[in-house]
């Protein structure tokens, strides 16, 4: 199938077999066989009818910055809602964002404008329609605490319109993560307060990102913190900071952190990730989870 008819039919730019390496922050994952940036919210309902008449998957994601595409790339259409989708608006102390606006950015424009709430995510890379969907957190914040409301629309193309009890946040989780939900906008509810004082908060949140993150290419924590503590403290007592498996290796200044050091295989990944969660299990008995998402074949 060379998909020309949804070629000819649709204004946002497509490529067939595009690499995914390409749009994932750890710079890993095989090729797409159909690649969509979005750009044109009226190119949707084309999208969906067509994936849906073909039954072709759809796979929709945005920054790329929490996932593990694998080496074997993606079957279907990867749909990206991210920097051509992206973009925000202000109504009193509602903000607006796109689905691809990038989160960091909105914290940064948000203490511009004197609106407190979203000092926690500067610095995290990921759209906002990644974070709603994951219910991002840092440093005591998450986006359940000011979420407000958001426009999905559903793989059979049907508009939803989610308010906070639709949501079912839990730690890095929502409802949508068990649905096929199109995240097209999110409102936050901000609080205004002083413009330094928010702005400071931001500089600050980056600054520990700075001292505390690797440089190398990576997804952030590769797993969610167990009951017990932070995962990235297990992994360290472990003694197993600087393992590398192939081009992965767990980072020397996080724990939590996997790193593509140059050339990694998503297969590699995957296996430094069996390797941490099997060591951590025997030293203290805890299963780790991931909080990356894994996809692809
Ligand atoms: C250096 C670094 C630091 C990080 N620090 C943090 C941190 O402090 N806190 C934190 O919570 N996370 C952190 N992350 C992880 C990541 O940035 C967040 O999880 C982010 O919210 C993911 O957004 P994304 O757009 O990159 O999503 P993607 O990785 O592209 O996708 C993640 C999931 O969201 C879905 N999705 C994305 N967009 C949409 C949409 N429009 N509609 C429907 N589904 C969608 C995808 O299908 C996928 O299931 C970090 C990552 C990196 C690389």
Do not use: C
Request: hydrophobic share 40%; glycine share 12%.
């Amino acid at each position: 199938m060379n998909h020309d008819r949804l070629a000819k039919r649709i204004k946002s730019p497509l490529l067939r077999k595009e690499p995914l390496k390409l749009h994932t922050t750890w710079k890993v994952g095989g090729p797409a066989d159909l690649f969509i940036s979005l750009k044109y919210q009226e190119d949707l309902p084309e999208i969906l009818d067509y994936s849906r008449q073909n039954r072709i998957p759809l796979f929709v994601f945005g920054s790329g910055s929490n996932l593990l595409v694998k080496d074997g790339g993606l079957k279907g259409i990867a749909l990206q809602m991210g920097a051509d989708f992206a973009g925000h608006s202000f109504r009193g102390r509602i903000l607006r964002a796109k689905a691809g606006a990038n989160l960091s950015r909105l914290a940064s424009v948000t203490a511009e404008e004197g609106l407190s709430g979203l000092e926690f995510a500067a610095g995290i890379p990921g759209s906002a329609g990644g974070a709603l969907l994951m219910n991002a957190g840092a440093y005591g914040g998450r986006i359940a605490d000011i979420f407000h409301r958001a426009l999905a629309i559903t793989h059979a193309g049907e508009e939803e319109l989610l308010k906070p009890a639709d949501m079912e946040f839990g730690y890095r989780h929502t409802r949508l993560m068990e649905r096929d939900t199109i995240i097209i906008w999110v409102e936050l509810a901000l609080t205004p307060g002083d413009p330094s004082l928010i702005r400071e908060a931001v500089r600050k949140n980056m600054a520990l990102r700075r001292e505390r993150h690797p440089y190398e290419p990576s997804a952030g924590s590769v797993f969610k913190n167990p009951p017990q503590g932070p995962a990235g403290h297990f992994i360290e007592k472990a003694g197993l900071k600087g393992l590398e498996i192939g081009g992965a290796r767990v980072s020397e200044k996080h724990a939590n952190f996997i790193v593509n050091t140059g050339r990694a295989r998503a297969e590699e990944i995957l296996a430094l990730m069996a390797k941490v969660q099997e060591e951590v299990y025997q030293k203290f008995g805890i299963a780790l989870k991931p909080e990356v998402r894994v996809i692809g074949y």
